[in-house]
């Protein structure tokens, strides 16, 4: 069971949108329709973003979408505002009641 | 509101046993529906799912850590539990426990830092 494969960093300005991918393999990503997010600000636990791939919880700004293609999951943030500055993590099932998060990628609002 | 709070020593020797145990508040951790489980952070790093448990007694554990983790709950007290045995070095993070809904780890708790030293 290997983590998911994330950029170590991805940077934007306000304003612009920018995208995180997170792929994993036909055993946990590209199975199930189970990917989630997570945004984590430093010092704090996570906080989920985005579940079952693409659905928002309430109260999470309509700026965060998620998709998925074949074996790679992606994280959309568009109209980037200096408060999305954070860590960001996804995280997939990966069978047999086991769960597998990516490296997580730190974004940077210039 | 559903609210999860970690609790347990902060310092832990090596090839001892790290426990720690997660509070609820706002739900039955035995009204089913629902997993209960721990993730962990080391330091400056990403996240790792350790286990979850389902009903009070069925339950699942990452398999790098299958042969050290015990993950079990305290009905009456509604509470979770994270045992970790021989543990070391490596075992030192940020110790989370989170419930899991709509397949998600979608409400945590604030987290502890354990630290494996001598």
């Known amino acids: 069971q290997s983590a998911l494969t994330q950029p170590a960093s991805v940077s934007g300005s306000p304003g612009q949108s920018i995208t995180i991918s997170c792929t994993g393999t036909s055993s946990d990503v590209g199975s199930y329709n189970v990917v989630s997010w997570y945004q984590q600000h430093p010092g704090k636990a996570p906080k989920v973003i985005i579940y079952e791939g693409s659905k928002r919880p309430s109260g999470v700004s309509n700026r965060f979408s998620g998709s998925k293609s074949g074996n790679t999951a992606s994280l959309t943030i568009s109209g980037l505002q200096a408060e999305d500055e954070a860590d960001y993590y996804c995280c997939s099932y990966a069978g047999s009641s086991t769960w597998v998060f990516g490296g997580g990628t730190k974004l940077t609002v210039l | 509101q559903v609210q999860l709070q970690e609790s347990g020593p902060g310092l832990v020797k090596p090839s001892q046993t790290l426990s720690l145990t997660c509070t609820v508040s706002?739900?039955?951790?035995?009204?089913?529906?629902?997993?209960w489980s721990w993730i962990r952070q080391h330091p400056g790093k990403g996240l790792e799912w350790c286990g979850y448990m389902y009903n009070s007694g069925s339950t699942y554990y990452n398999p790098s850590l299958k042969s050290r983790i015990n993950i079990s709950a305290d009905t009456p007290k509604n509470q979770f539990s994270l045992k970790l045995s021989s543990v070391t070095a490596a075992d030192t993070a940020v110790y989370y426990c989170?419930?899991?809904?709509?397949?998600?780890?979608?409400?945590w708790g604030q987290g502890t830092m354990v630290t494996v030293s001598s």
């Open positions: 706002g739900a039955s951790i035995s009204s089913g529906g629902y997993y």
């Open positions: 989170a419930r899991v809904s709509y397949d998600a780890f979608y409400i």
